[in-house]
């Protein structure tokens, strides 16, 4: 009945279920082997969507599956619920929160990343990032307690603060959350309150560099701007973040400095790997990049320790572009995905006293929604790239991701989830828990 | 605009947005009046459906509804997110928890009850009830996790007592939620696990009493009894709660005393009404019951105070039965729609210059269910009782509840939850937040 005491079956252990480790187990579904799956969590996150829960456009089990049920079937796997605290690789162990020790012969690390605030620690509690379920649930919270918050406050001032939603980073998530939240200013919540016009909300997307979705074409960066401005977004680009604070924060652009008063401030700028990256460099003496990533070889495996891959947003892993340059691998769900299917392969070579393969990242293109109607999309096709935008786009945007909702729920449910809030501009989870009395509110 | 700063029209504070508060605010629609709509949460909570949430059978969304989602059309209503701390009859003024007043014509209390731990309130850390949108959470969260730690535990009375739920109290929440987490464990979650079988999870529901649903005629639970033992409950009646600690509880039956290790203990045996009850009851010199709820007058109104209504779980009201005598009005969430409805009545009496009735409580019957396929129903008909059980109980009772699942959500989708959950065993809300890897498992 459990697969971890038997015989001497090669060991495969895998720390995180994201699209990295997910993929990876699922690739080694027949294969003659004992993996153990690992998350803090009980369940896979379906991140692409994860905006879509903080701003209560999707109740969160439309997004997140247990991972002890897609599984279900795999009878060669055993998925534990644990934080793995450290790695022991002369003694092929990880080591777990309560000490327990888990054993590997193969060990593919795919524990992701997290917020960073670029060494302001401090600006965490008045910025929230997006990256879990716990951070959707605050983001909800604080967008729709503002509201709440403005509707009873006399001050004229203090009112327009609460109305003030500021979003730094307009990458991917700070623009879907920037037009998201003009779209539920202006359309959801217009005729539901009495003394305040929701529509009178602000709306700022600070970015530091020059354009918004940097790693798209210059043509679909424009696009996208011109989309925001058209929801009624406030882009502001070349605008330095100084302090962020419980009364909102202070940047500085061209024009030199300013204060803005806000109490709701959402991070969507850094991202760095998570500490057991730093750990694991540590233990096999193997280099970090500056956002924490640890290097891997060509092939995924660590210098020295061919039976530990890294894959997903924890690798800083490099893979040789159209003209055979190397170029690093980008941070996205498909390139996780791809790492765990090549890491999986790999095992399955090395099992077989095969020589592990290099990777090479396969970018079938780009696409970001904007907001309702809006989308941009980046396409590689045999004919060259195909860019599209506006409508079509977030059509093919809709659709790419209702497909890749694989094991969710039901599509159906929440495809009926979409199609009700687009037809009736309405939020089906306009939610927040009673916790939220117990702060103080537009905190 | 702010219909609160307007004219000489009557002003109708209604505390809280349940089923009373809910119905009284409806009910007053077209009334020349300005209503405020207080509650301390943002939703309106089909409670009857919250063991679903709390057993992940359905998310939160589906049973909770936004407020002024709700009223957004009923331009003589405001709804403000508050908590109520205090009532001021001789100023006419309720005092918000900032210090804000509001000022009133017309007060209706309908904020409701809480649970009671008869007092023991140490016994609520071990113990959580099920009223709120976080206790479900918090219940979820404690009967997953429960199954995840004992995949974990090596020691098999420790991993006896992660698999040993106890509910304590089987009124209609009791039988609900233990039918419910038998049905987890011997049918969702099978196959899912390596090391432990789920099927193996003792669920025991520990009552008081001489039976279960005391409410209900005796042969129904004598019924509910049997289908709760098939269902693979263990159900112990006459058995008295002595304590309830970290490590499990400790019962006293006519076999004397017995300790019983879990960490899962859930309490849905004591209710009371909120602390606002009593401090109306104060400022009004009315009388409370044990249970701290509010004694009101035959209209619903406080002896001297004809301005102050009280409705719902907060009030002991009485009504006269089929043989004129007096009896107490139940706390069921019919008997608070049809107070919220007469003490809308009522005020549009008073505004027009006529006298107000007193309440008559009709009781259209009763009914709960178990689990899969087990439910029952005890209606009040014009040729007598019509009591049933067992299949076309539950068909009864499922069909009851999406029919009342008004204003929320999307009916459909909800019932493609249930027909997906019921064909498929599986319960499509499975999700515990991260927060979770912050407290030690099986807390």
């Known amino acids: 009945m459990s697969p971890d005491v038997a015989s001497n079956t090669p060991r495969i252990l895998i720390i995180g279920c994201g699209f990295g480790g997910l993929e990876a187990a699922r690739a080694l579904k027949n294969a003659p082997v004992q993996i153990t799956l690992v998350d803090r969590t009980n369940h896979h996150l379906f991140q692409p969507l994860l905006y879509q829960v903080a701003t209560a456009g999707l109740p969160a089990p439309s997004i997140a599956a247990p991972i002890r049920h897609l599984f279900r079937r795999q009878r060669n796997l055993l998925t534990l619920k644990a934080s793995v605290e450290d790695v022991d690789p002369k003694a092929k162990e990880v080591v777990l929160e309560d000490g327990q020790r888990l054993g590997y012969d193969h060990l593919i690390v795919a524990a992701g990343a997290t917020h960073s605030y670029f060494g302001h620690d401090d600006w965490a509690a008045h910025a929230p990032g997006l990256k879990s379920l716990d951070d959707a649930f605050e983001i909800r919270r604080r967008v729709l307690l503002a509201f709440e918050a403005a509707e009873r406050e006399p001050d004229p001032l203090r009112r327009a ?111 760095a790997a998570v500490p057991l990256g730093r750990r694991l460099a540590e233990r096999c003496s193997a280099p970090t990049d500056r956002a924490g990533r640890v290097v891997v070889q060509p092939d995924l495996s660590l210098a020295g320790h061919p039976e530990i891959q890294v894959i997903g947003d924890l690798a800083a892993a490099q893979s040789p ?26 095992i399955r070579r090395t099992l077989a006293g095969r020589p592990a393969l290099p990777f090479r990242y396969r970018d079938y293109g780009n696409l970001a929604t904007i907001g309702r109607h809006s989308a941009v999309v980046d396409l590689g096709t ?5 860019r599209f935008s506006g409508w079509a786009a977030w059509v093919f945007w809709l659709f790419a991701h209702i497909y890749f909702l694989i094991g969710f729920r039901n599509r ?32």
């Not at 959801?188 to 790693?215: C, H, K, M, N, Y």
């Not at 011109?226 to 929801?231: E, V």
């Not at 045999?382 to 195909?386: C, M, N, Q, V």
């Open 321 to 346: 572009g159209p003209d055979g340059a190397l170029r690093p691998v980008p941070g996205v769900s498909p390139a996780a995905k791809q790492m765990g299917r090549h890491a999986a392969a790999n």
């Open 161 to 271: 603060a609460h109305l003030c939603f500021v979003i730094i980073g307009a990458g991917p998530t700070g623009v879907e959350m920037a037009g998201t939240l003009a779209e539920i200013a202006r359309h959801t919540l217009p005729g539901e309150f009495r003394r305040i016009d929701p529509a009178s909300a602000r709306v700022l997307l600070v970015e530091g560099g020059p354009r918004v979705l940097q790693t798209m074409p210059e043509s679909l960066s424009e696009s996208a701007r011109r989309q925001l401005k058209a929801l009624g977004v406030e882009v502001k680009l070349g605008t330095r973040v100084l302090d962020i604070h419980a009364q909102g924060l202070r940047w500085a652009d061209t024009q030199g400095e300013q204060e803005l008063a806000s109490h709701c401030v959402i991070w969507a700028a850094g991202v």
């Open 382 to 386: 045999p004919l060259g790239p195909w």
């Open 412 to 443: 159906l449910v929440v495809l009926l989830d979409w199609a009700s809030a687009y037809w009736t501009f309405s939020r089906p989870a306009r939610v927040v828990s009673e916790r939220a009395r117990q702060t103080a509110i537009g905190e």
